[in-house]
């Protein structure tokens, strides 16, 4: 069963065991866009058991520069569909559930807990408030990550020691309306792949308990300058 995975298996990081885990692992995509489709792509080729994919939005034209998963054919369809019909065609071994509504306060609970990390590969800051609500209530672990223009920023909350929440860095009493989404900014194309794979990059860590996950650490990326940097972040909760 495992043999389409014999280059990380011989990781002894990894080894039988590691995949097993990847294996009884269960994953939930919050979006299908530009930062899910490389990461959808990685993690089930990697191994990983069951995937769900939840996305209410339609295939355009616009959104073919940077969504991998989808072609010309696509448009129209709904994302949510083409990614679980193109991922279970790739990659038999991995089931995959597609899940055709926005996610909001009145399912994310019912929805999330089917799922031991999330990934939030969404494009605005309320479905982010949504995450981190139903993943405290689960203690869920979660993904985040966000590009504008040229830039991007990738963390993970909700695990570990310092239980570093997504408003610790933006609460919620910020201007939402002067945050504006790639629709309305522009986005090189290539940055949700880097990105995205990223994203799949912490997800693998956090099932496979390898190295040092971005937790209480806001990663900091600039496509035009290839630079790197990491913001140290903490739990402003009161104790």
Known sequence: MFVNYQRQIILPEIGLAGQQKLQQSRVLFVGAGGLACPAL?????????????????SIEPSNLHRQILYGQNDIGKLKAIVAKDKLQTLHPNCHVNAYTSMLQNSNALTICQEYNLIIDASDN???RYIIETACLQLKLPWVF????KFEAQISVFNYGNTKTQYTDIFPKNIDNQAVLNCAETGV????????????????????????????????????LTNAFYSIKTQNNSPQ
């Open 41 to 57: 792509l990685y993690l089930a080729a990697c191994g990983i058991g069951t995937i769900g994919i939840i996305d209410f939005d």
């Open 125 to 127: 800051i309320e479905t």
């Open 145 to 148: 990550a966000a590009i504008h």
């Open 188 to 223: 090189l194309g290539v940055l949700p792949g880097i990105v995205g794979s990223l994203q799949a990059n912490e997800a693998l860590k956090i099932i496979l308990q390898l190295g040092n996950v971005l937790s209480g650490t806001l990663l900091c990326y600039n496509a």
